[in-house]
């Protein structure tokens, strides 16, 4: 049997990387409790927030983990690897060693698609988006452009490591001063731009995330999603406020 | 019509910007497509835009439970993209947009309405793993 000390290394690793990733907590929680089983560590308690996580083995001689999450951004094919190996796991616990270097090589994994093509398919999304919530064909294109304008706001803002809200603040600003001139010299409606200038920042998977993991009783992960989505609106919306009345369009 | 076109490349795209493995991302696109489909009919029939949601949203998890299986992947690859275009980020914009113009009326009344919405959306996503997941 694997000493205590190794697995909760591969349980807490395994656990880390998969709430950095998007994963929801209560199936955090399942999938880490599984792999402590396939160890044949039944005592064991798991407690998983979307910015921390704590993982307990043992009853009488107990030891725990505790892992700040950082840098939360959803990467799905992470949470498929994990997800595989964990399957891997529960039919056949490799070495711990092993299983640790197997998760630093999926933390590191290159995403299915080269960084430069990220950008483009954010554009896509949000200017189809746009046409769900009310823009027309011919908005297509400037919401498009006004979103390529926002997430270079935002690199500039990780280059510069300004505080995200900073970057928000300065989104839905960028998406205002978009609009006005698609407006002017595109013939663009000016309500579709800004919203598919900022279609992707604003928070609606983390909203519903939030009023889920409410539902499900896991109540400091829906307070924390539902803060940090609150914020996120606030500071777009503040944002949009501030360019709009520098315009004296307010 | 052409909406569903444009639910399928919501889905899709947003699916690649979140690293899905590239395999998967038709069924993502496919996922946001029948979503909208759950959300646009009723809304056509005349219910109400909470119920349409509620519906999309059951169809999604339905549809990410079912494809999970298939292909071997976490049901977040189907469900975080195909819910994309029914989530209620814009009337939450417009709600905060609402507040900093002063109209505290409107701010109230677009708040509530998406915290409402997204009630629905999640209650609507909680049901199908309830129901079809396999008990161990």
Known sequence: MSSPAQVLSVVASAGELLLRSGAEVARVEDTLTRIAQAYGYYDVEIYATPTGLFVTLGSERHMTAIRRIEGRAIALDRVSAINALSRELTADPAPPSEVIRAIQNIANQAPPVPNWATPATNAVAAAACTMLVGGSLSDFGPALLANVFVQGVHRVRESLRLPEAVGDFASGATAVVCALAATRWLGASFTPVVAGGIMVLVPGIAFTTSVRDAMMGDLTSAAARGLEAVMKVASLASGVAAALYATGRL | ?136
């Open chain 2, 1 to 136: 019509m052409l909406n569903y076109l444009f639910a399928f490349l919501t889905s899709a795209a947003i699916a690649i910007s979140f690293r899905g493995p590239l395999r998967a991302v038709p069924a993502s696109g496919l996922a946001g497509l029948l979503g909208w489909a759950g959300y646009d009919i009723p809304v056509r029939l005349g219910l109400p835009a909470t119920l349409g949601a509620f519906i999309g949203a059951l169809v999604v998890g339905v549809a990410g439970e079912l494809l999970a299986r298939r292909l071997r992947e976490p049901t977040l690859m189907f469900v975080v993209p195909g819910l994309f275009p029914l989530v209620p980020g814009i009337i939450a914009y417009r709600g905060m947009l609402n507040l900093a113009q002063g109209d505290y009326v409107a701010a109230a009344e677009e708040l509530t309405r998406t915290l409402f919405y997204a009630g629905a959306l999640a209650a609507g996503l909680s049901l199908p793993p309830a129901f079809l997941r396999r008990r161990r």
